[in-house]
């Protein structure tokens, strides 16, 4: 098993380690983390960059995900 | 060394600075809260038993037992799974995050006076209305403090289309971001010194429009008519308004209600709430104010609890009372009043120590809970009887011959 830094700047902004299978495309991974959710709703960056879901993650990769729409208050 | 470089090391020292500070005992909160439990209880047990109370002392110390078992065990567990210790980032790391926003918006602009980070959004446009672009702050102090961020994320429009003084419907007059569902993750953000995040994050915050949150609705952007004013404590912008005779300030529907006593409406900001029966008040019918803690009582919690000796209010949670006769006084009174019996009986008013129900049935040498006297000061000269007293007697008061008698019962 490989890890990577997985970056959810939903909610409370959770940042730590996670497991990947060998092979793991950062759609899948997604698909794992926000099963109701669909990628559009997010920004999503691998190392900083914006990569396609057929990316294959790689060990110590850093993923972040941003949704799209965050409401401000008043 | 090039600015991006100066600039990552900086960060790096302020979020290395902050965890250091954060993590210097080393030890998870919970068990650090329970080894100060621990350690009252043993303070209570040593004093317990130095003033010879036996009850009490085996009454804490089991529990001192119960808090010991409980840390050993919660030791054991977490000696298993180790927290790990907080870590900043490391200068490679934000490095590659500040070029990275350059990549993102173009460039960044440093203010070395204010010590604040800048970008500029592109054109931002809400439901049709065009905003502009945004021009986002990031104070380097943060770093050091994340949760100062809540109150102070500052934005600059560039393009001047206000509505009402706002320059978007989810920041300030003032420029101030209403951060709402990205104040946990700016703040994290902010721990981990992950600069890039900060700005994608508040970029997408500014992007996005909620309508039950917004200063002023995008519906009627710029179309501020002559009744419409903007909440003297949200800032909300509304026509339905209310205004407050008390402070002279107009408000919206959501930010003030009746008082409790007289049913008079009044603003949030002069509406208080009495200490001691949570009522809210208006400023009218704020009695008085507790003499101990400064709260404001109500006009019948205000009559109900004062001081016997001084006749100030007081709160529920301030009254001190004597444990004989339950008579209530203030702090200041009840340290001249409360105090005591020479028996060590303690919490009582003069009064009571006088008429000690103990002090006349106790025994020779016997202190208020039945413990033998330690200290030679209490034993004084009313409790010594010459010879063989019996427990329980004490001399009778020696009657002068030459004492004034009463004449009407001739004592």
Same mark, same amino acid.
């Given at each position: 098993m490989s890890k990577i830094l997985f970056i959810n700047n939903e909610g409370g902004g959770f940042a730590g380690d996670a497991e990947i299978r060998e092979g793991q495309t950062v759609e899948t991974f997604f698909k794992e983390k926000f099963p109701d959710r669909a990628p559009s709703d997010f920004l999503i960056r691998v190392n900083r960059e914006a990569v396609a879901g057929s990316y294959v993650l790689q060990d110590k990769d850093r993923v972040t995900m941003t949704p799209i729409k965050i409401d401000g208050a008043a | 060394m090039n600015l991006s470089l100066r600039l990552a090391t900086r960060i790096n020292d302020f979020v290395e600075q902050r965890v250091a500070t954060t993590h210097v005992l080393g030890l998870p909160s919970r068990l650090h809260t329970r080894l100060q439990s621990c350690m009252i209880l043993h303070s209570k047990t040593r004093k317990a038993r130095e003033k010879g109370l036996a009850v009490a002392e085996k009454i804490v110390?089991?529990?001192?037992?119960?808090?010991?078992?409980?840390?050993?065990?919660?030791?054991?567990?977490?000696?298993?799974?180790?927290?790990?210790?907080?870590?900043?980032?490391?200068?490679?790391?934000?490095?590659?995050?500040?070029?990275?926003?350059?990549?993102?918006?173009?460039?960044?602009?440093?203010?070395?006076?204010?010590?604040?980070?800048?970008?500029?959004?592109?054109?931002?446009?809400?439901?049709?209305?065009?905003?502009?672009?945004?021009?986002? /702050?990031?104070?380097?102090?943060?770093?050091?403090?994340?949760?100062?961020?809540?109150?102070?994320?500052?934005?600059?429009?560039?393009?001047?289309?206000?509505?009402?003084?706002?320059? /978007?419907? /989810?920041?300030?007059?003032?420029?101030?971001?209403?951060?709402?569902?990205?104040?946990?993750?700016?703040?994290?953000?902010?721990?981990?010194?992950?600069?890039?995040?900060?700005?994608?994050?508040?970029?997408?915050?500014?992007?996005?429009?909620?309508?039950?949150?917004?200063?002023?609705?995008?519906?009627?952007?710029?179309?501020?008519?002559?009744?419409?004013?903007?909440?003297?404590?949200?800032?909300?912008?509304?026509?339905?308004?209310?205004?407050?005779? /008390?402070?002279?300030?107009?408000?919206?529907?959501?930010?003030?209600?009746?008082?409790?006593?007289?049913?008079?409406?009044?603003?949030?900001?002069?509406?208080?709430?009495?200490?001691?029966?949570?009522?809210?008040?208006?400023?009218?019918?704020?009695?008085?104010?507790?003499?101990?803690?400064?709260?404001?009582?109500?006009?019948?919690?205000?009559?109900?609890?004062?001081?016997?000796?001084?006749?100030?209010?007081?709160?529920?949670?301030?009254?001190q009372k004597c444990v004989g006769c339950s008579t209530p006084y203030c702090k200041s009174c009840a340290s001249t009043e409360i105090g005591d019996c020479k028996c060590e009986k303690p919490g009582q008013c003069s009064g009571c120590r006088e008429n000690c129900d103990f002090c006349e049935v106790r025994k020779p040498g016997e202190s208020y809970l039945g413990q033998p006297k330690e200290h030679p000061e209490f034993e004084d000269a009313e409790t010594e009887v010459f010879g063989a007293p019996t427990p329980g007697f004490l001399p009778e008061p020696v009657v002068q011959e030459n004492e004034e008698k009463c004449d009407t019962c001739t004592a």
């Open positions: - | 110390h089991k529990q001192l037992i119960a808090d010991v078992s409980r840390l050993k065990r919660q030791l054991d567990v977490s000696s298993l799974n180790p927290p790990e210790p907080d870590k900043a980032p490391g200068v490679r790391d934000i490095y590659a995050d500040i070029k990275a926003v350059e990549a993102e918006f173009g460039e960044y602009k440093w203010d070395h006076v204010r010590g604040t980070l800048s970008v500029t959004t592109d054109p931002i446009t809400l439901k049709e209305v065009p905003l502009g672009p945004f021009r986002i /702050h990031l104070s380097l102090e943060h770093f050091q403090n994340p949760s100062a961020s809540d109150g102070s994320t500052y934005v600059d429009a560039i393009n001047s289309n206000f509505s009402n003084g706002h320059p /978007h419907p /989810h920041v300030s007059e003032g420029g101030h971001v209403c951060l709402g569902d990205a104040i946990h993750s700016i703040r994290k953000t902010l721990e981990d010194g992950r600069v890039l995040d900060y700005f994608i994050i508040l970029k997408q915050l500014l992007n996005s429009y909620d309508a039950n949150g917004a200063y002023t609705p995008l519906e009627s952007w710029g179309q501020e008519g002559e009744g419409s004013i903007s909440c003297g404590d949200c800032g909300y912008d509304t026509s339905d308004y209310f205004y407050c005779e /008390h402070c002279d300030c107009a408000y919206c529907d959501e930010c003030y209600g009746s008082c409790e006593s007289c049913e008079e409406l009044v603003c949030d900001t002069c509406r208080t709430r009495c200490r001691s029966c949570d009522n809210s008040l208006c400023p009218g019918c704020n009695a008085d104010n507790c003499k101990d803690c400064g709260r404001p009582l109500c006009f019948a919690c205000a009559q109900k609890v004062g001081c016997d000796n001084c006749s100030s209010a007081l709160c529920e949670d301030c009254v």
